[in-house]
């Protein structure tokens, strides 16, 4: 039958009419709660669904959806009826002719329809500024139309992130909404949808639990039938409500609660008695709806992640059924338990155990992006060490690094040790872990060198598998190394960071023999060691854990006295890689020329890859992969010397350039004067120069301002205005007019005083300029321009960044030699002034 | 008996410990100690800035020997331990009255 062909509009009046009247006996008799509700729902659903057939089918697929109380199907008898009329593709002409064919019916008859309308793609993103909508649709319920449109409405709509940002808000409107009623239940006149213990609260404790841990609705303080009696108690009682007062008022008002209290039939002579009795039963429901859900509140685990929930226990898998399932997940629970600076559940942990025997290496962290959650896991701060061991004691990290586990609870007598092999590993993590979280004076010195590291996660792994060798009972470090090789290649490491953590395994125990056994007064030890490490972020990771491996012995080993022979050997190592590197340049018989050019590509011939490298510092060999240097020989190629050759390429979050030309003056300060024009931060780079004059420069540097993200011929733009200025075109400082104020006369971070140092006694061909500054933009073009304007040559330049402090070593001569002792206090004092203040 | 005390560099303990094992001397006390003498300890730079090192690393070789083998003991100390540069270290020679092994209380001459 039609209800809404002309004519026969009453029949849609006449069916409602007849739903609402059998909904009012049952109420009559005391009987309007849950079960009569749901069966007023489903007439209505009825009513709903033919009216979506007689709308007429639309052209894009469309759903009807009950939402809120209705979708629960508790839909009282002057409630709202709440809807969304979700479409499957972009609302047409033919959508609305639907849209007014359904509603216009209900309307005529008086329906009071809360309608949302939207189209499916509008729930891919989270609709942050209507919370109640969002809560609405945790209790959506298909009634009419297509139902995989509703399957996918659900696919979207239930995600962590929309569940998170739901229970967020549902604790906020709670509170709001308690604070309507002075956080009271004991109301004289309760609202008995609104007010604390009333139906919206019962639902919030329900709410809770579905988007936390559904477990937790059976182990609350109320016992779950009284939970459900409670449910039944108001639903009845406000069904009451509707009926007496013909509308949607839900107010148990003092008139009301007579005619309430007879209609359920309380006992007593008086009516003053029989309210009693009911009002008596509404406190002691509503006091376990409220007690229920302040339980609830505390108790419900937080989603911080997929399937992980923070509770005050710690963090808990949320379906621990799915989770079993789903090993690469397991890693997410520690990394959630760090950052929310608690433990991991023992149900969890109990979890894990259970499973874990299951699984492979591989199963932890199949994916590119599991592999580096694993290494975000290993960044050491507080916290790292305590989940590590809850890692190992369920077994986890013996899966995943099944190296580690051949040292699990392993015993090596020796004089020195006091801990079995496994621990003493994790002890390693846990000094690095103390050194940057606890304050101490005395290690403030190597605080400050890990946290100057760049990547501290892989000088963790380093540590977890630096021992893992003592396995055997021989020499143990070649051991370690071909262990962790197998660990190195499931994580996948790039090239680069496999590299130093390799070398850090096989070096482990040199910088303690050098520190402790050499006589590092002689320069020629430390040159070697210098050798060794080859670069600074190495020589910082190697000297780090050898001070923490030391420490990790027995609680005496490592004293004051072998604290400052390692940063003996620390400071002297580095400043031989800093300020003494210039003097060692590249022969074609120098290690690792050989597989320089054994392996260059077949563009590139022997002579023309050896006539770029040979008389640069052999440090270059070190700093870069052999892939970069086969590029900056293409750079080199056929360069004349007005000519500037450039690439600028995107690498994680910073930008490279490499710039070869041949000398000239100013150059090296022109250069950084149009990064800085185009608001580039320089955060690391090279500067190098061969004896032919040919210049390489390397920076790294962020694109605060997304220059380069936002402009489509950006990259063009910056290289092309480098071309101008290095080849004189163009004037640097008609560029930086613009930003005169910030890069001309910046001042450094205030927190950072400046360092000016000039050395000739440390290198024998140049004078060495050590800068330590705040980093501001434009740092660098103001020091090497000072340079410049004294007539000094920059040969060699080494930049780094520490958070606000910029670290930056010039190699600088005048007239080919190195500085007179005036020459250098007049530069040091003008660099020192323009540092200090504005010029 | 003599007790000779010797502050040595730090990487020169493992020669003196050799030397004296030719000499037959085995049992001996290694202490790390920080300290200066001549040398006085010197200035370190490090990232431009200029650190004062006054303790100086050192450990301190601690035996006792008959006064027949006292000199020859010495020399082989000093011999070991020398580089020829400031900062080689001292030896002490102290008379030992008596002395006595703890676990049997028995008096050694």
């Known amino acids: 039958m039609s209800i809404t062909q002309p004519g026969t509009g009453s029949a849609l009046r006449a069916a409602l009419d007849a739903a609402r009247q059998e909904l009012r006996a049952e109420i009559a008799a005391g009987a309007g709660g849950g079960v009569a509700l749901e069966r007023h729902a489903d007439r209505v659903d009825a009513l709903l669904h033919q009216l979506y057939v007689d709308a007429g089918v639309p052209d894009r697929p469309v759903a009807i959806v009950a939402l809120g109380g209705y979708g629960r199907r508790h839909l009282c008898l002057h409630s709202d009826i709440d809807l969304l009329l979700l479409f499957g593709g972009r609302i047409g002409p033919s959508e609305e002719r639907f849209l007014r064919a359904f509603l216009h019916p209900l309307w005529d008859v008086g329906v009071v329809v809360g309608h949302q309308v939207r189209e499916l793609d509008e729930f891919v993103e989270l609709e942050e500024d209507n919370p109640e909508f969002l809560l609405a649709l945790l209790d959506a319920r298909h009634v009419a139309g297509t139902p995989a449109l509703f399957d996918r409405l659900r696919e979207l709509f239930h995600t962590a992130g929309t569940h998170a940002y739901i229970l967020r808000a549902l604790l906020t409107l709670v509170e709001e909404r308690h604070a309507r009623f002075n956080a009271t239940l004991y109301q004289l006149e309760p609202d008995v949808k609104e007010a604390p213990g009333a139906l919206r609260d019962l639902m919030a404790t329900r709410t809770l639990a579905a988007l936390t841990d559904p477990l937790l609705l059976r182990r609350g303080p109320a016992d779950p039938g009284r939970f459900e009696e409670a449910e039944e108690f108001l639903l009845r009682v406000r069904s009451i409500l509707h009926l007496e007062s013909g509308r949607n008022q839900n107010v148990l008002s003092h008139e009301l609660q007579e005619r309430t209290a007879e209609v359920l039939g309380y006992p007593g002579a008086e009516p003053r008695q029989r309210v009693e009795r009911l009002m008596s039963d509404y406190f002691r429901h509503a006091r376990i709806v409220s007690r229920s859900l302040e339980w609830m509140r505390r108790a419900a685990p937080v989603p911080v992640g997929p399937n992980l929930g923070l509770s005050r226990d710690g963090i808990r898998f949320l379906d621990p059924v799915r989770a079993a399932r789903t090993p690469a997940s397991w890693i997410g629970a520690f990394q959630a338990a760090i950052e929310a600076g608690t433990e991991v559940t023992d149900e969890a942990l109990s979890c894990i155990q259970q499973h874990v025997e299951r699984y492979r290496a591989e199963d932890f962290a199949p994916e590119p992006r599991d592999r580096v959650a694993l290494l975000r896991l290993l960044r050491p701060r507080a916290g790292l060490y305590a989940r590590l061991s809850q890692m190992h004691d369920c077994g986890l990290m013996g899966r995943i690094f099944p190296e580690f586990d051949a040292i699990a609870w392993r015993v090596v007598r020796d004089f020195y040790h006091k801990y079995t092999v496994d621990e003493h590993t994790l002890l390693t993590i846990r000094n690095l872990e103390w050194l940057l979280t606890k304050e101490d004076p005395t290690r403030e010195r190597f605080r400050t060198v890990a946290a100057s590291l760049s990547a501290p996660e892989l000088l963790v792994l380093a540590l977890l598998l630096h021992d893992t060798g003592k396995w055997r009972d021989d020499e143990h470090a070649p051991e370690s190394v071909r262990m962790a090789e197998e660990a190195l290649d499931r994580l996948q490491l790039p090239r680069e960071a496999r590299e130093t953590v390799l070398f850090l395994i096989r070096h482990h125990l040199q910088m303690s023999l050098v520190a402790f056994r050499r006589d590092t007064d002689d320069p020629q030890i430390v040159a070697d060691f210098g050798r060794l490490v080859g670069t600074e972020d190495r020589l910082k990771m190697l000297c780090l854990l050898t001070l923490v491996d030391v420490e990790a012995v027995s609680p005496d080993t490592l004293t004051p006295w072998k604290e400052e022979l390692i940063w003996r050997l620390y400071v002297d190592t580095y400043n031989q890689l800093t300020q003494r590197y210039g003097d060692e340049l590249i022969d074609r018989n120098q290690a690792g020329m050989m597989e320089l050019l054994a392996g260059r590509p077949a563009d590139l011939p022997e002579a023309e890859v050896a006539r770029f490298v040979e008389g640069l510092p052999q440090r270059y060999l070190q700093l870069f992969p052999r892939e970069a240097i086969y590029r900056h020989v293409r750079l080199a190629r056929d360069i004349r010397p007005a000519e500037v050759h450039l690439s600028l390429e995107p690498s994680d979050s910073v930008w490279t350039l490499a710039v070869v030309t041949l000398d000239k003056p100013f150059l090296f300060s022109n250069i950084c004067g149009v990064l800085s024009s185009f608001g580039m931060d320089i955060l690391r780079g090279q500067a190098l120069t061969n004896p032919n004059g040919l210049v390489l420069d390397v920076f790294q540097f962020s694109d605060d301002e997304r220059f380069l993200a936002l402009n489509t011929d950006a990259h063009a733009q910056v290289l092309h205005v480098l071309q101008d200025v290095v080849s004189g075109r163009v004037d640097v400082t008609s560029l930086l007019r613009g930003r005169e104020q910030s890069v001309l006369h910046a001042r450094s971070a205030a927190r950072v005083v400046p360092i000016v140092r000039a050395d000739s006694g440390a290198s024998d061909r140049y004078t060495i300029l050590d800068i330590v500054a705040g980093n501001v933009i434009g740092l660098l073009y103001r020091i090497s321009r000072v340079i410049s304007r004294h007539g000094c040559d920059v040969d060699l330049v080494l930049i780094s960044t520490e958070g606000e402090r910029a670290i930056d070593v010039f190699h600088i001569t005048k007239a080919g030699a190195k500085l007179t002792e005036a020459e250098q206090r007049a530069l040091t004092s003008d660099l020192q002034g323009t540092l200090e203040g504005p010029q | ?109």
């Open chain 2, 1 to 109: 008996m003599k007790l000779i005390k010797s502050i040595v560099r730090p990487n020169k303990v493992d020669d003196v410990k050799d030397a004296l094992a030719k000499l037959n001397i085995s049992g001996m006390t290694v202490t790390e100690v920080r300290g200066h003498g001549k040398q006085k300890g010197h200035t370190a730079i490090y990232r431009g800035k200029e650190y004062n090192v006054s303790l100086l690393p050192k450990m301190e070789v601690e035996i006792v020997v008959p006064d027949s083998i006292a000199d020859d003991a010495i020399k082989a100390i000093v011999q070991a331990a020398r580089t020829g540069e400031i900062g080689d270290g001292r030896v002490f020679v102290l008379p030992v009255l008596e002395s006595y092994r703890i676990r049997t209380g028995e008096r050694e001459s």
